[in-house]
T-cell receptor, first 113, second 114 residues
Framework: DQQVKQNSPSLSVQEGRISILNCDYT??????FLWYKKYPAEGPTFLIS?????DKNEDGRFTVFLNKSAKHLSLHIVPSQPGDSAVYFC????????????FGAGTQVVVTP | DTGVSQDPRHKITKRGQNVTFRCDPI?????LYWYRQTLGQGPEFLTY????????KSRLLSDRFSAERPKGSFSTLEIQRTEQGDSAMYLC????????????FGDGTRLSIL
């Protein structure tokens, strides 16, 4: 069963504008969420995380928002840069599951000049 | 480079053959994970080690799959009698300690079954 869903397989955004990636989950026990970026032929690279005790976390150009009541999280990238073109995965875990993460199917982001 | 290292990067084999992959985690990380990723999907959890102990295995891990982590350092994933459906990217990740810790991934081993 797919407990983490990224319903937008692709996103095109102009350089300098904001990219907003969305992720929904169904398991209310999830309490730790991460976003990964993946380039072709490379493994996923950790971007940013958020625990369920927070509703926002920022790291430079990246901000993750968590809405627990809606079981929804989003990643904002501003401003978008050409190097941000990649596949982005959200992942969720339950703290006592030894860090076993469930991943969404990913969103392909293309940043155009 | 002190990241997660996987070998080989690409393995092509005939159906029915056995294959073995190796993962070297970040040295101070005591947790090690194996995932499988197919086209258009996110990584799917296969198994998890805390030091040398294999603590959880997914239902995806059939009897043809076995993983080890002797001495709590590197890990191997073996697939016996490979099938077409085993074609995928096999990813290894490691993390440190307990609590909220991100996993750091290697670049994966792409398995192609002829």
């Amino acid at each position: 069963d797919q407990q983490v869903k990224q319903n937008s397989p692709s996103l095109s955004v102009q350089e300098g504008r904001i990219s907003i990636l969305n992720c929904d989950y169904t398991n209310s026990m999830f309490d730790y969420f991460l976003w990964y970026k993946k380039y072709p032929a490379e493994g996923p690279t950790f971007l940013i995380s958020i625990s369920s005790i927070k509703d926002k976390n920022e790291d430079g150009r990246f901000t993750v928002f968590l809405n627990k009541s809606a079981k929804h999280l989003s990643l904002h990238i501003v401003p978008s840069q050409p190097g941000d073109s990649a596949v982005y995965f959200c992942a969720a875990s339950v703290i006592d599951s030894w860090g076993k993460f469930q991943f969404g199917a990913g969103t392909q982001v293309v940043v155009t000049p | 480079d002190t990241g997660v290292s996987q070998d080989p990067r690409h393995k092509i084999t005939k159906r029915g053959q056995n294959v073995t992959f190796r993962c070297d985690p970040i040295s101070e990380h005591n947790r090690l994970y194996w995932y499988r990723q197919t086209l258009g999907q996110g990584p799917e959890f296969l198994t998890y080690f805390q030091n040398e102990a294999q603590l959880e295995k997914s239902r995806l891990l059939s009897d043809r799959f076995s993983a080890e982590r002797p001495k709590g350092s590197f890990s191997t994933l073996e697939i016996q009698r490979t099938e077409q459906g085993d074609s995928a990217m096999y990813l290894c990740a490691s993390s440190a300690g307990q609590g909220y810790q991100p996993q750091h991934f290697g670049d994966g081993t792409r398995l192609s079954i002829l």
